[in-house]
């Protein structure tokens, strides 16, 4: 599975922006899709996940009530809502695919794509 992460950007605080995770090559089917984000000096940290088939979701829990994460399957495409933005969910976010293990956890994750940038100013 070839993935192409897309939507980051500049925002300001309480702003919003959606993050776009597209396949290529083949679907999500039989894989849960998350979205992580990895600021300096950090390790990759979960923020959502959602299973391909089933459509269930699953957020960290500083972002509950402000990310959706959604899929499109005509567009094979994994999207994350933000809204509510804050200077700390600023860092460069990546969408990865897995097939098993523990869905919050990165090392799980088989397939990345490239990261995009969020960058949000107070």
């Known amino acids: 599975v070839q993935l192409q992460a897309s939507g980051g950007g500049p925002v300001q605080a309480g702003g919003s922006l959606r993050l776009s995770c597209a396949a290529s090559?083949?679907?999500?089917?039989?894989?849960?899709v998350g979205w992580f984000r990895q600021a300096p000096g950090k390790e990759r940290e979960f923020r959502a996940g959602?299973?391909?088939?089933?459509?269930?979701?699953y957020y960290a829990d500083s972002v509950k009530g402000r990310f959706t994460i959604s899929r499109d399957i005509a567009k094979k495409t994994v999207y994350l809502q933000m809204d509510i933005l804050k200077p700390e969910d600023t860092a460069l976010y990546y969408c990865?695919?897995?097939?098993?293990?523990?869905?919050?956890?990165?090392?799980?994750?088989?397939?990345w794509g490239q990261g995009t940038q969020v960058t949000v100013s107070s």
């Open positions: 090559g083949r679907t999500f089917s039989g894989y849960a």
């Open positions: 959602i299973w391909w088939a089933s459509g269930m979701t």
């Open positions: 990865a695919a897995m097939q098993r293990g523990n869905l919050f956890d990165h090392l799980s994750y088989d397939y």
